[in-house]
């Protein structure tokens, strides 16, 4: 989710979606490649530099499902399950 909503507010680079999301190197790679096989976010090549740089784009697939777990967690009130502690 984080990653989603990270691509969604603008952040494209994989190492600035690494940073918005607070996680390590390896694990963003493997959810970012299963998120573009999901159809969830899309890879864009950029040829116009001298190396190719990759930038993510999310679908619209991926903002109804991102949507869909923001409901979700409006309606499941886990702040209070956690409070207790």
Not at 13 to 19: A, C, F, Q, W
Not at 23 to 42: A, D, N, T
Request: cysteine-free.
């Amino acid at each position: 989710m984080k990653i989603l909503a990270a691509v969604r507010q603008g952040v494209d680079k994989p190492t600035r979606i690494m940073y918005a999301a607070n996680m390590s190197w390896k694990p963003v790679q493997r959810i970012l490649s299963h998120l573009v096989e999901q159809g969830l976010l899309l890879e864009v090549l950029n040829t116009d530099s001298r190396q190719s740089k990759r930038r993510y784009q999310i679908t619209e697939k991926g903002e109804q499902v991102l949507d869909y777990f923001e409901k979700a967690k409006d309606i499941l009130p886990l702040e209070d399950v956690y409070a207790g502690d």
